[in-house]
């Protein structure tokens, strides 16, 4: 109960009413060691997956042995919520646990079972399809820009937007956010180091301070 109440599909609503509704649930839980495969691209896909504890991230490998990072999640959020309920039930990408998890599977009818019993679950899971869909027009805006320094900034406006601070801490390393960038790790090191001799930011790891944020805006024009 711990885990679920802390659940984006569960928000707003009391263990005692997670619990009701679990009640009944024909789930399933397993769990994964760091870069273990949770699902292979073209795997059937007929359940919503809820992550319990740990990471998980959505890879998608290419015949080239490149492998792009598509998605991050870590515990409380969910994945394949839009799977279950399209005609192609199977995984476009693969999944990998990045750290020891554990994930609870609701097949689609026990889904639908719930949603339809409390109308605060399905809010929240109209939510979940609402937030992917500006995910991944985010990401397309990042990867059709043209230069190192544009896919930079928009990743930090976005952030910054997210996060309400000109102090931001970025929920992942410095590696992957050159795979969500889909650019070397070198050339973000670079390009960040140019950023900070230009007075645009300051950055300590994964922290990273806006110091002016009309340039910074300006980058994208």
């Known amino acids: 109960m711990d885990a679920l109440s802390k659940c984006i599909l569960f928000d707003s609503l009391m263990e005692e009413?997670?619990?009701?509704?679990?009640?009944?649930?024909?789930?399933?839980?397993?769990?994964?060691?760091d870069k273990d495969i949770v699902a292979i691209e073209g795997e059937p896909c007929d359940s919503l997956s809820i992550i319990l504890s740990g990471d998980i991230e959505i890879h998608k490998p290419f015949s080239s042995g490149k492998v792009v990072t598509i998605s991050h999640f870590t515990a409380g959020n969910v994945f394949a919520e839009s799977l279950v309920f399209s005609d192609v039930k199977t995984y476009?990408?693969?999944?990998?646990?990045?750290?020891?998890?554990?994930?609870?599977?609701?097949?689609?009818?026990?889904?639908?079972?719930?949603l339809s019993r409390h109308p605060r679950v399905l809010e929240n899971f109209a939510g979940v399809l609402s937030r992917r869909i500006h995910m991944l027009n985010d990401r397309?805006?990042?990867?059709?820009?043209?230069?190192?320094?544009?896919?930079?900034?928009?990743?930090?406006?976005?952030?910054?937007?997210?996060?309400?601070?000109?102090?931001?801490?970025?929920?992942?390393s410095r590696k992957k956010m050159a795979e969500l960038l889909n650019i070397p790790r070198p050339s973000l090191s670079r390009e960040l180091i140019r950023m900070k001799d230009d007075g645009l930011i300051d950055f300590y790891k994964n922290r990273i301070k806006i110091l002016d944020l009309k340039s910074l805006e300006g980058e994208l024009k």
């Open 92 to 114: 476009p990408a693969t999944v990998v646990s990045t750290s020891d998890s554990c994930v609870m599977n609701i097949p689609r009818v026990e889904l639908v079972q719930m």
């Open 140 to 172: 397309i805006t990042s990867l059709s820009l043209d230069s190192t320094r544009k896919k930079i900034v928009n990743i930090l406006l976005l952030e910054y937007g997210r996060q309400k601070s000109q102090y931001l801490l970025l929920p992942y």
């Open 17 to 33: 009413e997670i619990s009701e509704l679990m009640e009944g649930v024909n789930y399933s839980i397993k769990c994964y060691s």
